[in-house]
């Protein structure tokens, strides 16, 4: 009877989840990782482009454990991943397109006119 | 067991030929657009970054503190949100409505703390959605990101109701992943724009 009733509460589609004590584990990796992005700002001296490539390092990471582990994706199928990630890629390209065109740069400084 | 699992697997409506849940998959489709969308929002927010011909700027209004706590909340929120999904695959009802309902809160919370840093903006800095580009691009990205949060609360509060009035079991688990889906999206979301806007210099 609990068997069955465990059978029923998992998804009938395959997709596999992380344990609790997981789950812990990633919401203290993001906390540490906002407390290291938010304390960086107030440390002087970081050369400007080494500061915004750690800081897009550490949120890219943040992403990638939210979806990962808490999304699921990790234990999801390939079209799923699929559905999600091609759409991200898109709008990386959109926002690097609209950058291009309007000449905004975030890494150099930007050129005198 | 297996045999068991396939049978209700076959039969189950809401499986598609790819074998996987319709409402699930259209959950992703949707993100996935959604994703483009806060591209679109983000992209033009960084073109026009240090472009405003007046009005207070960026390092003028920030409240650098606050935001890092919002940060802080929304991702507590999606720890409560697996929480909640977790217990209710142990089948936990009340655990999981719990958790629901923490998750709505840590949301609702967000969502004061967003309120009142616009009308700090709007009557302490003087920045409004027509002061500058800035302010424009400001306010409708943070804006719509807003919106998503408080839509994602009252999905909650809908599930923390039918949980209560003994509604929502262990056989809605797909209905719980999905709002999860959405709400953990929000979250992500949040977090480039906390990076993108509030930390890059």
Redesign the interface.
């Known amino acids: 009877m609990a068997?069955?009733?465990?059978?029923?509460?998992?998804?009938?589609?395959?997709?596999g989840?992380?344990t609790?004590k997981t789950?812990?584990n990633v919401?203290v990796a993001?906390?540490i990782i906002?407390a290291v992005?938010?304390a960086s700002?107030y440390i002087p001296g970081i050369p400007?482009a080494i500061?915004?490539t750690t800081?897009?390092a550490?949120?890219a990471l943040?992403?990638f454990l939210?979806?990962g582990f808490?999304?699921?994706l990790r234990y999801d199928?390939a079209?799923?991943r699929a559905?999600?990630v091609?759409?991200?890629l898109?709008?990386?390209c959109?926002?690097?397109?609209?950058?291009a065109?309007?000449g905004?740069y975030?890494l150099l400084p930007?050129p005198i006119l | 067991?297996s045999e068991?699992?396939t049978t209700?697997?076959a039969h189950?409506p809401?499986?598609g030929n790819?074998?996987?849940?319709h409402r699930?998959?259209g959950m992703?489709?949707f993100?996935?657009?959604d994703?483009?969308f806060?591209?679109?929002l983000?992209?033009?927010y960084?073109?026009?970054?240090?472009?405003s011909l007046s009005g207070p700027t960026p390092y003028d209004v920030f409240n650098?503190p606050l935001t890092?706590y919002s940060?802080?909340l929304l991702?507590?929120s999606?720890?409560t949100?697996?929480?909640a999904?977790?217990g209710?695959?142990?089948?936990r009802i009340k655990a999981a409505a719990g958790w629901l309902l923490a998750t709505a809160i840590l949301g609702l919370h967000f969502v004061l703390n967003q309120v009142y840093e616009f009308a700090s903006f709007a009557l302490h800095e003087g920045l409004t959605l027509s002061t500058s580009l800035f302010g424009s691009s400001f306010f409708v990205l943070t804006g719509f990101h807003g919106a998503h949060v408080t839509g994602g609360v009252l999905w909650l509060l809908i599930l923390v109701s039918l949980a209560w009035r003994g509604k929502l079991d262990?056989?809605d688990?797909?209905k719980v992943?999905i709002a999860?889906?959405y709400w953990?999206?929000v979250?992500?979301v949040w977090?480039?724009i906390?990076?993108?806007i509030y930390?890059?210099?």
Not at chain 1, 94 to 99: F, G, K, N, R
Not at chain 2, 88 to 91: A, C, F, N, P
Request: aromatic residues 8%; contains cysteine.
């Open positions: 068997e069955h009733a465990a059978a029923a509460a998992q998804p009938a589609h395959g997709g989840h992380a609790v789950y812990i919401a993001l906390a906002t992005e938010v700002l400007h500061l915004v800081l897009l550490m949120s943040k992403f939210v979806v808490f999304m699921h199928s079209i799923m559905l999600f091609g759409p991200l898109i709008a990386i959109i926002i690097l397109a609209l950058m065109l309007f905004a975030i930007r | 067991m068991h699992a209700h697997a189950d809401n499986l790819t074998g996987l849940d699930k998959m992703w489709i993100l996935g657009s994703c483009m806060f591209g679109s983000i992209g033009t960084l073109a026009y970054k240090g472009k650098i890092s940060a802080a991702l507590a999606s720890l949100m697996v929480l999904l977790a209710l695959q142990q089948h262990a056989r688990y797909t992943e999860g889906l953990h999206f979250d992500i977090i480039a906390f990076t993108v930390l890059i210099p």
